[in-house]
């Protein structure tokens, strides 16, 4: 039974724009800096588990995961991390505040095509300050009708989202490059979802697609999107 769409979802990070990659690199660049600690898989370990560990006290984003190098770095050395490791950590952490924002391949064509027929809503977690500043840098801002910046993405979360911003759920579609937080939880809360891979996934945000599901489609491309929405009405 034909679907009459009326509000599209997107995440940010790694969806609309790089963001994982800039984390793998100052991973790398963490793991030099303690290369005399430990090797790299121990430290990528350590530094994955400490990151979970935070997740309630931090949220996601640039700082909660400097702070988490950080502390890291502090267990690793029983808490007689040199000032010059700390130093590196913190200019890391402003680097990644500082990248420039580009949008991924396709991202500006595929959104101002929806923007004519939908409302766009920018769903996203992170640090509040940090994704507005990203939005604004990417030169998108003016193609969405809200931006929801949220602590975690559940199934209430997108209720409430799209009860807000739309027509409930059932006339919405999810669209996101993390299978766990975009895809499942949109199709629980009656969302229709697209995932749109993204190379690298942070390992928090593993899961398996729902293949099978009715309202769900893996899209190679964000370019794929407009169409895809469009044929569900």
């Known amino acids: ?32 800096l303690l290369s005399d600690r430990a090797d790299p898989e121990t430290l990528m370990s350590r530094l994955a588990e400490v ?60 959104l101002a095509a929806l923007s004519r027929d939908y409302r766009l809503v920018l769903i996203t977690k992170g640090d509040l300050l940090h994704q507005e500043q990203k939005l604004a840098a990417s030169g998108l801002g003016d193609l969405f009708v809200a931006v ?17 911003h739309g027509s409930g759920p059932g006339r919405a579609v999810m669209c996101g490059n993390s299978v766990r937080s975009d895809i499942l939880p949109a199709l629980e809360a009656g969302a229709f979802a697209a995932h749109v891979p993204y190379p690298i996934t942070w390992a928090h945000e593993h899961a398996e697609p729902p293949v099978s599901h009715p309202r769900f489609a893996e899209l190679a491309s964000i370019r794929e999107l407009p169409a895809w929405v469009a044929g569900l009405g």
């Open 148 to 164: 929801e910046i949220v602590s975690e993405k559940t199934a209430s979360t997108y209720s409430a989202v799209f009860d807000r």
């Open 1 to 32: 039974m034909a679907i009459r769409i009326n509000t599209v979802g997107l995440d940010a990070d790694d969806t609309l724009w790089h963001n994982e990659t800039l984390f793998r690199l100052t991973q790398e660049r963490f793991c030099d």
């Open 51 to 110: 990151e979970a560990r935070n997740l309630r006290l931090y949220g996601y984003g640039v700082k909660g995961f400097t702070l988490s190098m950080i502390e890291t770095a502090m267990e690793l050395t029983h808490g007689e991390a040199p000032a010059s490791v700390v130093r590196e950590i913190l200019a890391a952490g402003r680097e990644m505040l500082n990248e420039p924002v580009e949008p991924l391949p396709g991202v500006e064509s595929a």
